[in-house]
C-alpha cells in the first residue's frame, strides 16, 4: 500500500488502502541498526457524537438529538528502527509505539524518499500519530538541501476513496540544521466513510540529519453516517530524544 503518510493523519484513511505484496527478508536480532530514534510523545483526543432526530419533528417538544463525547491525553514514545536501505532513498523500518503505558506491535513499512509508505504483508496499520510522524525521516518529505524563509509547495493526492492537498511553507532558517516549516492539509474521504479535515501543523526539523526535532499537529476530522455526526479531533507533539546519527 502507497499512502502519503500526512494523509494518514485522517486515520479512517489507513484502512482503507490497499497492500504491498512484498515480503521483507527476516532481520536477525544481532543484525546492527542503520539507524535508532526514539520520540517523546503527547497526545490529546476529542472524540464527539450527534445523533439528530430522535423525536418526530412534529412533537411540541422538537426533534432533540443525543450527543456524547470523550476526551483523552497521554504521553509514550515512538520508536524508529531504520532496517535497510535502498541507493534509492527507501528505507525499511520497523516502528513502534508506547501509549499511556500501552505497546503497540511492532509494523514493519517501507518509507519512500517522498514520504509515502507501503505496508508489507501482515503487519498492522500505524497509530495516527506515527503515521504523521515518519515521513518526516524521508530523503525529499522536507529534503536535506538548503532552504530559504519563504519557501513552499504543495502536494495532491487523489486515492480511491482519498483526495487530500498538503501545503508545506519554510517559516524560519536559524542555521543549516535548524528551520521552520508549517504544514496544512484538507482532506475528504468519501464512500461509506464521508469524512472531510483538516490538519494544521509546525516542525522544527534537521536538514542535515533529514529529521524532525519537534513539532505539533492539531487534526480536526467530521463524518455524517446517516442521521449521526461525528467529530474527531487530536493534537500530538512529538520532540526527538534519541538519535543513533547524532553521534556521527
Same mark, same amino acid.
Given at each position: 500500500?502507497k499512502?502519503?503518510t500526512?494523509p ?5 484513511a ?13 532481520v536477525s ?23 439528530k432526530?430522535?423525536?418526530d ?14 476526551? @483523552?491525553?497521554?504521553?509514550? +514514545?515512538?520508536t524508529?528502527?531504520?532496517? /535497510?536501505? *535502498?541507493?534509492?532513498? #527507501?528505507l525499511l $523500518?520497523? %516502528? ?24 508489507l ?5 500505524l ?8 515521513p ?23 486515492? @480511491?476513496?482519498?483526495?487530500? +492537498? ?5 517559516? /524560519?532558517? *536559524?542555521?543549516?540544521? #535548524?528551520?521552520? $516549516?508549517d %504544514? ?37 476530522s ?21 538519535d543513533?546519527?547524532?553521534k556521527?
Amino acid at each position: 500500500m502507497k499512502a502519503w503518510t500526512l494523509p494518514t493523519l485522517a486515520f479512517l484513511a489507513l484502512a482503507a488502502l490497499p497492500v504491498s505484496a512484498q515480503t521483507p527478508a527476516p532481520v536477525s536480532s544481532a543484525t546492527p541498526l542503520l539507524r535508532h530514534l526514539v520520540f517523546a510523545l503527547k497526545l490529546s483526543t476529542n472524540y464527539s457524537s450527534e445523533l439528530k432526530g430522535i423525536r418526530d419533528i412534529a412533537d411540541p417538544q422538537g426533534a432533540p438529538g443525543v450527543t456524547t463525547q470523550s476526551r @483523552d491525553r497521554g504521553e509514550g +514514545t515512538i520508536t524508529c528502527d531504520v532496517i /535497510a536501505a *535502498r541507493d534509492n532513498g #527507501d528505507l525499511l $523500518v520497523d %516502528v513502534s509505539e508506547t501509549l499511556r503505558g500501552q505497546v503497540t506491535p511492532v509494523s514493519r513499512v517501507v518509507l519512500h524518499a517522498d514520504g509515502e509508505v507501503t505496508y508489507l504483508p501482515n503487519q498492522k496499520p500505524l497509530a495516527p500519530e506515527a503515521a504523521l510522524l515518519i515521513p518526516f525521516l524521508a530523503r525529499n518529505y522536507i529534503g536535506p538541501q538548503a532552504h530559504t524563509v519563504g519557501e513552499n509547495w504543495s502536494v495532491n493526492d487523489n486515492f @480511491d476513496n482519498f483526495k487530500a +492537498t498538503t501545503k508545506f511553507k519554510i517559516t /524560519a532558517v *536559524r542555521a543549516p540544521s #535548524d528551520v521552520s $516549516v508549517d %504544514v496544512e492539509q484538507d482532506f475528504t474521504i468519501s464512500g461509506t466513510q464521508n469524512s472531510t479535515g483538516v490538519i494544521r501543523g509546525h516542525a522544527n526539523y534537521d536538514p542535515t540529519k533529514v529529521v524532525l526535532k519537534d513539532g505539533s499537529f492539531d487534526t480536526r476530522s467530521r463524518t455524517q453516517q446517516g442521521e449521526e455526526y461525528r467529530v474527531f479531533s487530536s493534537f500530538a507533539e512529538f520532540t526527538l530524544r534519541e538519535d543513533s546519527f547524532a553521534k556521527h
